[in-house]
């Protein structure tokens, strides 16, 4: 029944919202038009704002009681300079608010309008009768610092300072704090979505979207001459966004400023006259003009107007939802649909950088990178970001991770940022302090799920975490770093396009490579379409994300040709090699003794190529090498181990460890490695390891990519699994043969020694690649 009477009381709508948005689209269309044709473009003079006093500009309507409050807080603050000033614009109050600050504090300056102009009317009216060029807008149940007033002032350092925004508390502090003054934007499922950011590492000066109406101080002149508030946004709420939007896009810059405080009694006056549901639907209208004004680039306005009817209609189907749009916003955005289109012509002569630029520029990095010094190139300063945890080193791109950071450290100025699994792993991840000028760590949530119908891959739903984008941002920031080296394909999703610094992505294996190379393992056809779904999503990403990176590492040669198939263009931009390397002092070569008999096989079975590798060899190796030497047993070693009923191991000749902290012990003392994968890509740091420890290795061609291309060389190469049993069997019967083998790894590995990672780097050995 509820569904029915929202369908017959939006009737109406349904059948005129197409036409609506038709409408819309032409009228967008034409002040475009409009704006190309005869619309001037503004030229930007920026000259900075003396800022030896302020005036503060407090809206107020029908609000004596706060006023009586709060202004005597305000008095105190701006007490130290005689030129500082104090402006309350009365919006047509009726309950004496004017009589009454004549008479308790006259030298406040109390400006009477007639009528009520809104927050965003009474603001402007405010800033025109200002005598200083710093104004400060206070909401009228803020309540100040007495120290508040001299950061903010500070903030305005260079003329390029459109506004600087003060730290808000709530005067309730059990209420969960909803606005903190660090504002962020973006933009998502068609539409501009805000919020503000609590983050007490932020100390000092750090840019924001935008400046809150009620908490920040403001460059006047900057403030009219892009036009003030909007009076389409009346009464209230979103006016705020609107202005820092424009601040950007004119070339301009608003900051945070987190040693300026002040309380806010939350929705103290807009909360107390007005309804929740109709404060919901100015937002949805708001949301909605706003659009139509700032949004210049049709690439995100069309699917504003798609999502926005569609908006609608789920409204209608499944009610009413915060941060969607609905018809009744669509219809009130659409009475004002003239007023609209000559915002958006005055917006479009305003602006002098894209949507795109003006959405990036208020991000840390970003801004870094566009508007601050480089630090000093003799020693780079390096932002280390890994997904998985390092300390110890639970899987081979584990290992890697972990000798990098260690030869990074020797090299450059290195700061981490490492994703955990538990919080338990933190203590473990101290030693990072001993190498790193500073580490971040931060327990990833599995709330971060999978949704099949997104055309995200998977593994980078699985990171896509706001918190980690806003850590990487703030770091860059706050520490100048010069280089962003990103681990794995799925954290490239962080790569940006930046101007002065470097940012850089470690395939650790080609992803699409991989997933189209355990394609034909996959059994049943519901599993072989998400696979293929799951492939088509991957090489979309990768390929569009990588061409953002200055750089991308890649394991092996074969990898960078397989890379540079498909983008031909990064020629000269994809390495391979420089990180595909451990540290061989640490094992003990040739080993020994060595337990006759004894297979090794390692990895993390959180891993799907090395799940399906042992299922091969279980099923389809292990049999014929035991049916040639009944005494041969296959030692298993890995994190996340599965049952041993999910092998079909007939024999009983294999045994799974589990989690092995160093298995240093385990290379040196068993016969024959065995490194059956199958799918995948990149380099096995499993026979890195197997080589620096003088164990004979027998592998198929994808499991030895990049280490060996020729059978014998360094290693015993097959993918049938009667030659693989034979291989395994000879090594057994032939210690001559297993020497000859150990001899040529220990030949190329004293060549190897000098290279990547190689070198003993003078720090206690960590435990070691606990798989």
Same mark, same amino acid.
Request: hydrophobic share 45%.
């Given at each position: 029944?509820?569904?029915?009477?929202?369908?017959?009381?939006?009737?109406?709508?349904?059948?005129?919202?197409?036409?609506?948005?038709?409408?819309?689209?032409?009228?967008?269309?034409?002040?475009?038009?409009?704006?190309?044709?005869?619309?001037?473009?503004?030229?930007?003079?920026?000259?900075?704002?003396?800022?030896?006093?302020?005036?503060?500009?407090?809206?107020?309507?029908?609000?004596?009681?706060?006023?009586?409050?709060?202004?005597?807080?305000?008095?105190?603050?701006?007490?130290?300079?005689?030129?500082?000033?104090?402006?309350?614009?009365?919006?047509?109050?009726?309950?004496?608010?004017?009589?009454?600050?004549?008479?308790?504090?006259?030298?406040?300056?109390?400006?009477?309008?007639?009528?009520?102009?809104?927050?965003?009317?009474?603001?402007?009216?405010?800033?025109?009768?200002?005598?200083?060029?710093?104004?400060?807008?206070?909401?009228?149940?803020?309540?100040?610092?007495?120290?508040?007033?001299?950061?903010?002032?500070?903030?305005?350092?260079?003329?390029?300072?459109?506004?600087?925004?003060?730290?808000?508390?709530?005067?309730?502090?059990?209420?969960?704090?909803?606005?903190?003054?660090?504002?962020?934007?973006?933009?998502?499922?068609?539409?501009?979505?805000?919020?503000?950011?609590?983050?007490?590492?932020?100390?000092?000066?750090?840019?924001?979207?935008?400046?809150?109406?009620?908490?920040?101080?403001?460059?006047?002149?900057?403030?009219?001459?892009?036009?003030?508030?909007?009076?389409?946004?009346?009464?209230?709420?979103?006016?705020?966004?609107?202005?820092?939007?424009?601040?950007?896009?004119?070339?301009?810059?608003?900051?945070?400023?987190?040693?300026?405080?002040?309380?806010?009694?939350?929705?103290?006056?807009?909360?107390?006259?007005?309804?929740?549901?109709?404060?919901?639907?100015?937002?949805?209208?708001?949301?909605?003009?706003?659009?139509?004004?700032?949004?210049?680039?049709?690439?995100?306005?069309?699917?504003?107007?798609?999502?926005?009817?569609?908006?609608?209609?789920?409204?209608?189907?499944?009610?009413?939802?915060?941060?969607?749009?609905?018809?009744?916003?669509?219809?009130?955005?659409?009475?004002?649909?003239?007023?609209?289109?000559?915002?958006?012509?005055?917006?479009?002569?305003?602006?002098?950088?894209?949507?795109?630029e003006a959405l990036q520029r208020p991000r840390?990095?970003?801004?870094?990178?566009?508007?601050?010094?480089?630090?000093?190139?003799?020693?780079?300063?390096?932002?280390?970001?890994?997904?998985?945890?390092?300390?110890?080193?639970?899987?081979?791109?584990?290992?890697?991770?972990?000798?990098?950071?260690?030869?990074?450290?020797?090299?450059?100025?290195?700061?981490?940022?490492?994703?955990?699994?538990?919080?338990?792993?933190?203590?473990?991840?101290?030693?990072?302090?001993?190498?790193?000028?500073?580490?971040?760590?931060?327990?990833?949530?599995?709330?971060?799920?999978?949704?099949?119908?997104?055309?995200?891959?998977?593994?980078?739903?699985?990171?896509?975490?706001?918190?980690?984008?806003?850590?990487?941002?703030?770091?860059?920031?706050?520490?100048?770093?010069?280089?962003?080296?990103?681990?794995?394909?799925?954290?490239?999703?962080?790569?940006?396009?930046?101007?002065?610094?470097?940012?850089?992505?470690?395939?650790?294996?080609?992803?699409?490579?991989?997933?189209?190379?355990?394609?034909?393992?996959?059994?049943?056809?519901?599993?072989?379409?998400?696979?293929?779904?799951?492939?088509?999503?991957?090489?979309?990403?990768?390929?569009?994300?990588?061409?953002?990176?200055?750089?991308?590492?890649?394991?092996?040669?074969?990898?960078?040709?397989?890379?540079?198939?498909?983008?031909?263009?990064?020629?000269g931009r994809i390495e391979s090699g420089l990180?595909?390397?451990?540290?061989?002092?640490?094992?003990?070569?040739?080993?020994? /003794?060595?337990?006759?008999?004894?297979?090794?096989?390692?990895?993390?079975?959180?891993?799907?190529?090395?799940?399906?590798?042992?299922?091969?060899?279980?099923?389809?190796?292990?049999?014929?090498?035991?049916?040639?030497?009944?005494?041969?047993r296959l030692l298993v070693a890995g994190s996340?181990?599965?049952?041993?009923?999910?092998?079909?191991?007939?024999?009983?000749?294999?045994?799974?460890?589990?989690?092995?902290?160093?298995?240093?012990?385990?290379?040196?003392?068993?016969?024959?490695?065995?490194?059956?994968?199958?799918?995948?890509?990149?380099?096995?740091?499993?026979?890195?390891?197997?080589?620096?420890?003088?164990?004979?290795?027998?592998?198929?061609?994808?499991?030895?990519?990049?280490?060996?291309?020729?059978?014998?060389?360094?290693?015993?190469?097959?993918?049938?699994?009667?030659?693989?049993?034979?291989?395994?069997?000879?090594?057994?019967?032939?210690?001559?043969?297993?020497?000859?083998?150990?001899?040529?790894?220990?030949?190329?590995?004293?060549?190897?020694?000098?290279?990547?990672?190689?070198?003993?780097?003078?720090?206690?050995? /960590?435990?070691?690649?606990?798989?």
């Open positions: 029944m509820a569904f029915l009477k929202r369908v017959l009381r939006a009737l109406p709508m349904i059948i005129f919202s197409p036409f609506l948005t038709a409408i819309s689209i032409a009228a967008v269309a034409v002040a475009d038009l409009w704006w190309m044709v005869l619309g001037p473009q503004r030229r930007v003079v920026n000259t900075r704002p003396r800022t030896d006093a302020a005036s503060v500009v407090i809206p107020n309507w029908n609000g004596r009681d706060l006023l009586e409050k709060y202004i005597p807080a305000v008095l105190t603050a701006i007490s130290g300079s005689p030129a500082n000033e104090v402006i309350v614009v009365d919006n047509g109050s009726s309950d004496g608010s004017a009589d009454f600050l004549r008479e308790r504090f006259p030298e406040v300056r109390v400006l009477a309008l007639p009528q009520n102009l809104g927050f965003g009317g009474g603001s402007n009216a405010g800033f025109r009768a200002a005598k200083n060029d710093i104004v400060v807008l206070l909401n009228s149940d803020m309540r100040v610092e007495p120290d508040f007033l001299q950061p903010l002032l500070d903030g305005f350092a260079d003329e390029t300072i459109f506004a600087v925004a003060c730290q808000i508390f709530l005067s309730d502090p059990s209420r969960r704090r909803e606005e903190t003054g660090l504002t962020e934007m973006w933009w998502r499922d068609g539409n501009i979505r805000v919020s503000h950011r609590e983050d007490g590492a932020v100390n000092g000066l750090y840019p924001c979207a935008y400046g809150g109406g009620g908490s920040s101080a403001f460059d006047r002149h900057k403030f009219l001459e892009i036009g003030g508030f909007d009076e389409i946004l009346a009464p209230f709420y979103l006016e705020d966004t609107d202005l820092g939007y424009l601040a950007w896009k004119r070339g301009w810059k608003v900051l945070y400023q987190p040693a300026s405080v002040v309380w806010h009694e939350h929705r103290g006056t807009i909360g107390k006259k007005f309804s929740a549901a109709y404060i919901q639907s100015v937002l949805k209208k708001n949301f909605i003009l706003f659009c139509w004004k700032n949004i210049h680039g049709w690439r995100r306005l069309l699917p504003h107007f798609f999502f926005t009817l569609g908006g609608g209609f789920l409204s209608v189907c499944w009610g009413d939802e915060a941060g969607r749009a609905n018809f009744g916003g669509l219809w009130t955005a659409f009475c004002q649909l003239p007023g609209a289109m000559r915002a958006r012509v005055r917006a479009r002569s305003l602006a002098t950088i894209s949507d795109t840390g990095a970003i801004y870094r990178d566009r508007f601050l010094a480089a630090p000093d190139p003799d020693r780079p300063r390096v932002l280390f970001v890994a997904p998985y945890p390092i300390c110890p080193p639970v899987h081979g791109g584990g290992v890697f991770m972990y000798e990098t950071v260690r030869e990074l450290s020797r090299l450059c100025e290195l700061h981490a940022v490492i994703l955990l699994d538990r919080a338990c792993e933190l203590a473990a991840h101290q030693e990072l302090h001993e190498y790193c000028a500073s580490a971040e760590f931060m327990v990833r949530s599995e709330s971060n799920g999978s949704h099949f119908g997104s055309i995200t891959p998977h593994a980078v739903q699985e990171f896509a975490i706001d918190q980690l984008r806003w850590l990487i941002n703030r770091q860059v920031f706050q520490h100048r770093l010069s280089v962003v080296q990103l681990e794995y394909t799925a954290l490239a999703q962080y790569a940006e396009r930046y101007k002065t610094l470097v940012s850089a992505v470690f395939e650790h294996d080609v992803y699409f490579q991989s997933i189209a190379r355990g394609l034909k393992f996959t059994r049943g056809p519901f599993d072989r379409l998400k696979a293929r779904f799951e492939y088509l999503r991957a090489i979309r990403f990768e390929l569009r994300q990588l061409r953002l990176a200055d750089r991308v590492q890649v394991c092996t040669l074969e990898n960078r040709d397989y890379l540079e198939s498909f983008l031909p263009h990064m020629r990180r595909a390397g451990i540290a061989t002092q640490r094992y003990a070569f040739p080993g020994g /003794p060595r337990r006759s008999f004894a297979m090794l096989f390692v990895g993390s079975f959180r891993h799907p190529p090395n799940q399906i590798a042992l299922e091969w060899f279980a099923r389809e190796v292990l049999p014929r090498v035991v049916a040639r030497c009944p005494a041969a996340d181990p599965p049952p041993m009923h999910a092998y079909a191991d007939a024999t009983g000749a294999m045994e799974m460890l589990g989690f092995v902290e160093d298995l240093r012990p385990l290379f040196a003392s068993c016969s024959v490695f065995v490194c059956p994968i199958r799918s995948g890509s990149g380099v096995r740091v499993k026979l890195l390891e197997a080589f620096a420890s003088g164990i004979p290795v027998v592998s198929t061609f994808i499991g030895a990519e990049g280490l060996a291309r020729k059978d014998g060389e360094v290693c015993r190469l097959s993918n049938d699994p009667e030659e693989f049993a034979g291989h395994i069997v000879e090594l057994f019967d032939s210690p001559e043969r297993a020497h000859d083998l150990i001899e040529a790894c220990g030949s190329r590995g004293n060549t190897q020694r000098t290279m990547a990672h190689a070198s003993d780097i003078g720090r206690a050995d /960590p435990p070691l690649d606990g798989r």
